[in-house]
């Protein structure tokens, strides 16, 4: 075994967002520098079986890991994502480790959340959604641990990214999301208010519907423009919602008119 593989492990890494262009030899081409430190030992980029055209993505076993020196390095005008190889399904799917970011600013890309991210814990991936337009304005980030995807979820939640507020929250799947939603039903009671005035903002909403309870989530409808629609739900607990109800059905708001309210 000589010096260079005695120090450095052989690494397995994950290079994606390839373009579709992108052949083993561009690839070659782009990690060999790092070769006196410790030589490129195979490349396959993985294609499609009927077609043989790229699936955009490719591992890379390297005597030294290049992830931190050409992570997000554009190669035919697009930024390559490198992350360390996971090869058990089981760690992909279990979703330990996940983490669900939303609000993000457009200006936020993979490169972007990365850095932020990778202060906190080891990544396996990191991904902001997108479309042709441009970042979706939310994004996963997949730690080796939960305990660093907890940590995440403690430092950055509420945290200002260029000037927005961003959520960060532990990543729910499908099944989960569909049977809290399914006890929230029971649990809690929406009601539809119409017929105030387009001064009327949330704010308002909450201060008139405080004085019959705690109020859960009150927001008023609004058109494209930001413009009132001059109505809004209010959500309530299922035992509180039929006073309210009532009460409503009749209630001067001052600024508002005479409100209507209805399930």
């Not at 660093?148 to 945290?159: L, P, S, Y």
């Not at 519907?209 to 859960?216: A, E, I, P, V």
């Amino acid at each position: 075994m000589n010096a260079a593989a005695s120090i450095y492990p052989m690494a397995s890494l994950y290079v994606g967002d390839l373009h579709s262009d992108i052949t083993e030899a561009m690839l070659y081409e782009k990690f060999s520098p790092f070769s006196p430190a410790g030589p490129v030992l195979s490349i396959r980029v993985y294609l499609y079986m009927t077609n043989r055209c790229s699936l955009g993505y490719a591992y890379v076993n390297f005597q030294q890991p290049a992830l931190d020196t050409i992570n997000f390095d554009v190669i035919k005008g697009k930024p390559i994502q490198i992350m360390w190889s996971q090869r058990d399904p089981s760690l992909r799917k279990s979703g330990v480790g996940n983490v669900f970011i939303k609000n993000l600013d457009k200006s936020i890309d993979d490169k972007a959340l990365y850095d932020t991210s990778s202060a906190l814990g080891n990544l396996l991936s990191c991904k902001v959604v997108c479309d042709e337009n441009g970042s979706k304005g939310y994004a996963f980030v997949h730690f080796e641990t939960q305990k660093a995807a907890d940590k995440t979820v403690e430092k950055m939640n509420g945290m200002l990214l260029n000037d927005r507020k961003v959520f960060v929250g532990r990543f729910k799947s499908r099944k989960e999301r569909e049977a809290e939603l399914g006890a929230k039903a029971k649990e809690f009671t929406d009601v539809y208010i119409k017929n105030f005035g387009e001064k009327v903002d949330d704010e308002n909403l909450k201060e008139l519907f405080s004085q019959f309870g705690k109020t859960l989530s009150v927001m008023v409808m609004r058109d494209p423009s930001g413009k009132s629609k001059g109505c809004g739900r209010d959500e309530w607990k299922r035992n509180n919602w039929e006073g309210h109800f009532r009460c409503l059905c009749t209630k001067e708001s001052g600024v508002a008119g005479r409100v209507k309210a209805k399930i």
